[in-house]
C-alpha cells in the first residue's frame, strides 16, 4: 500500500466517525448542578438542616460562610468555562476577593472577641467532619462537569479542572453551611477553605489526566 493510498484511507476512515456533540456550557452547567444537588440533598435529609437555621441567619458571620464559598463557587465556574475555551483571555485575581473578606471577619474576631475561646473555636468540633463530607459531597459533581468538559478540548486541562474544583467545593460548601453550627470565622475559614482547596487539588488532578487530549 502506497503512503498516498494509506492517507486517503485514514481520511476517509476519519471522516465516517460521527461528529461529536459540542460543548455546551449550558448542559455543562446543568449536569454539574444537578448531580451536586443530589447528594447534597440526601446529606441534608439524613443529617438535618440546623435546627436554629433562621434565627441564625440573621448573624454577620452565619451568612458569610454560606454566602462567601457560594460567591467563589460563582466565580471559579465562570473562569472555568472561560478556561475551557481556547484563547479565551480571563483573570483569576476576582478568586481573591472571597478571601479577603473571610480574612476582613478573622481579624474582626481575634480584634473584638474574646482571647481564651480562640483555639476552641479554631479547633470546634466538627473539623474532620467537615472536611470528610465536603470533599465526598463534590466527587460526583466534580466527575460529571469533567465528563462535559471534555468535549471543550481545554488546552491548559489541569488549570481547568482546577477551577472547576473551586467552583465544586465552594458550591457544596455552601450547602453543608446550612447543617454546620460551628459559625466562628476562625473556623470555618481555616477548615472550609482546607476544604475546598482539597476539592480544587482534586480537580486539577483529575483535569489533567482526562481533560487531556
Known amino acids: ?33 444537578g448531580a451536586g444537588a443530589l447528594p447534597l440533598a440526601l446529606f441534608l435529609a439524613l443529617t438535618g438542616v440546623r435546627a436554629d437555621l433562621a434565627g441564625a ?18 466565580l471559579a465556574g465562570a473562569l472555568a468555562f472561560a478556561s475551557a475555551r481556547p484563547g479565551q483571555r480571563f483573570a483569576l485575581w476576582p ?41 465526598a459531597l ?9 465528563v462535559f468538559l471534555r468535549r471543550a478540548a481545554p488546552t491548559r486541562p489541569a488549570l481547568t479542572g482546577a477551577l472547576l474544583g473551586l467552583a465544586v467545593g465552594g458550591g457544596v460548601t455552601a450547602g453543608y453551611a446550612l447543617h454546620c453550627t460551628e459559625d466562628s470565622p476562625l473556623f470555618f475559614m481555616t477548615w472550609y477553605s482546607l476544604a475546598i482547596c482539597l476539592v480544587t487539588a482534586m480537580g486539577a488532578m483529575w483535569g489533567g489526566r482526562f481533560l487531556r487530549w
Open 1 to 33: 500500500m502506497t503512503p498516498k493510498r494509506s492517507t486517503e484511507d485514514l481520511i476517509r476512515a476519519l471522516a465516517g466517525q460521527p461528529v461529536p456533540a459540542p460543548w455546551s456550557p449550558v448542559a455543562t452547567l446543568g449536569a454539574t448542578l
Open 57 to 74: 441567619m440573621t448573624q454577620l458571620a452565619v451568612q458569610a460562610k454560606t454566602v462567601l464559598p457560594l460567591g467563589l463557587g460563582g
Open 95 to 135: 478568586l481573591a476577593l472571597p478571601l479577603a473578606l473571610g480574612m476582613a471577619l478573622v481579624l474582626l474576631r481575634l480584634g473584638i472577641g474574646p482571647e481564651a475561646t480562640v483555639l476552641a473555636e479554631w479547633v470546634g468540633s466538627t473539623a474532620l467532619v467537615c472536611l470528610l463530607s465536603i470533599t
Open 138 to 146: 463534590s466527587a460526583l459533581p466534580l466527575a460529571t462537569g469533567l
